[in-house]
């Protein structure tokens, strides 16, 4: 299937996101990569007539830890079925008061923490620098939170994401040093995901589902238990939300030209990139 275009819009996120009633004609692809096989089968269908895929970022099973999915061959895999705007959704826990469980947070900046996780396609013969002062495209999440709100979602744009290893979850100490940073919420997913999105030329818009106050506050320290059942009433949330907003991504105009970023950033010129790297990146880079 790779190398069809089968849809032009994809989410990532929780394995649930895709039983939404609204979306028909499902069809499950598996796709081979150069970077290896994604988290799980890609989903393809249509809401209310728009084409869009789904991929769950830990796997159907979620038996995939933070630091062990394979990010560059979930975009990869994206990219050769002809998408260019990804909606990824993510469980996080709230370094704000104002940010209680259940909020959704349409960050507009992430800060990454993560130490263990190749977040770059170049590299062994090929250098390139993508421009990541705005991580986001803010057209598709100032949409989306408009939207979230018209459906009673308690809903905040803008804030800090800052992106930890995992798969443990914060010290107080930690917790209490994010908050002082100003950060907003906490998370261990989207840095990598941002980065190679960035450099694969995709539009890239984050919804952040509250589901904790990390452990800074206390008596609401988090736990897997109470992560979730709030996970569950914040994916019945997302599943309106995409129902709703996914007919209207394509109409929007991205004002940040995200997939112009890649342009000019890989350094080392054509005939300096070795033939099977090239052979490999290709999709990416051109």
Same mark, same amino acid.
């Given at each position: 299937?790779?190398?069809?275009?089968?849809?032009?819009?994809?989410?990532?996120g929780g394995s649930g996101?895709?039983?939404?009633?609204?979306?028909?004609?499902?069809?499950?692809?598996?796709?081979?990569?150069?970077?290896?096989?994604?988290?799980?089968?890609?989903?393809?269908?249509?809401?209310?007539?728009?084409?869009?895929?789904?991929?769950?970022?830990?796997?159907?099973?979620?038996?995939?830890?933070?630091? !062990?999915?394979?990010?560059?061959?979930?975009?990869?895999?994206?990219?050769?079925?002809?998408?260019?705007?990804?909606?990824?959704?993510?469980?996080?826990?709230?370094?704000?008061?104002?940010?209680?469980?259940?909020?959704?947070?349409?960050?507009?900046?992430?800060?990454?923490?993560?130490?263990?996780?190749?977040?770059t396609f170049f590299g062994?013969?090929?250098?390139?620098?993508?421009?990541?002062?705005?991580?986001?495209?803010?057209?598709?999440?100032?949409?989306?939170?408009? !939207?979230?709100?018209?459906?009673?979602?308690?809903?905040?744009?803008?804030?800090?994401?800052?992106?930890?290893?995992?798969?443990?979850?914060?010290?107080?100490?930690?917790?209490?040093?994010?908050?002082?940073?100003?950060?907003?919420?906490?998370?261990?997913?989207?840095?990598?995901?941002?980065?190679?999105?960035?450099?694969?030329?995709?539009?890239?818009?984050?919804?952040?589902?509250?589901?904790?106050?990390?452990?800074?506050? !206390?008596?609401?320290?988090?736990?897997?238990?109470?992560?979730?059942?709030?996970?569950?009433?914040?994916?019945?949330?997302?599943?309106?939300?995409?129902?709703?907003?996914?007919?209207?991504?394509?109409?929007?105009?991205?004002?940040?030209?995200?997939?112009?970023?890649?342009?000019?950033?890989?350094?080392?010129?054509?005939?300096?990139?070795?033939?099977?790297?090239?052979?490999?990146?290709?999709?990416?880079? !051109?």
């Amino acid at each position: 299937m790779a190398g069809k275009k089968l849809a032009e819009i994809a989410i990532i996120g929780g394995s649930g996101l895709y039983e939404i009633k609204e979306f028909t004609n499902k069809k499950e692809i598996k796709i081979k990569t150069p970077f290896g096989n994604p988290s799980d089968a890609i989903v393809v269908g249509s809401i209310s007539g728009t084409k869009c895929a789904f991929l769950p970022r830990h796997g159907k099973k979620h038996a995939i830890l933070p630091t !062990e999915i394979p990010q560059k061959a979930n975009l990869w895999a994206l990219k050769s079925i002809g998408v260019k705007t990804i909606i990824s959704a993510s469980a996080v826990g709230s370094l704000k008061q104002s940010l209680p469980p259940t909020h959704f947070v349409f960050p507009d900046q992430f800060v990454d923490e993560t130490r263990h996780r190749p977040s770059t396609f170049f590299g062994d013969g090929i250098v390139g620098h993508v421009p990541m002062a705005e991580p986001f495209c803010k057209a598709i999440s100032k949409m989306m939170y408009k !939207e979230s709100k018209k459906l009673k979602i308690k809903s905040h744009f803008g804030g800090t994401y800052v992106c930890m290893e995992g798969p443990g979850f914060s010290t107080k100490a930690e917790s209490h040093y994010h908050r002082k940073m100003g950060y907003s919420i906490i998370g261990m997913t989207l840095a990598t995901e941002a980065k190679l999105a960035r450099e694969a030329g995709f539009c890239y818009a984050p919804v952040s589902l509250v589901t904790d106050y990390d452990c800074w506050k !206390e008596g609401e320290e988090v736990d897997q238990e109470k992560v979730t059942r709030t996970v569950r009433l914040n994916v019945e949330n997302m599943k309106k939300l995409l129902a709703k907003v996914i007919p209207q991504l394509a109409k929007i105009k991205c004002s940040g030209s995200c997939r112009d970023f890649t342009k000019g950033s890989v350094l080392t010129a054509r005939k300096d990139i070795p033939a099977k790297l090239y052979n490999k990146l290709k999709l990416i880079i !051109e």
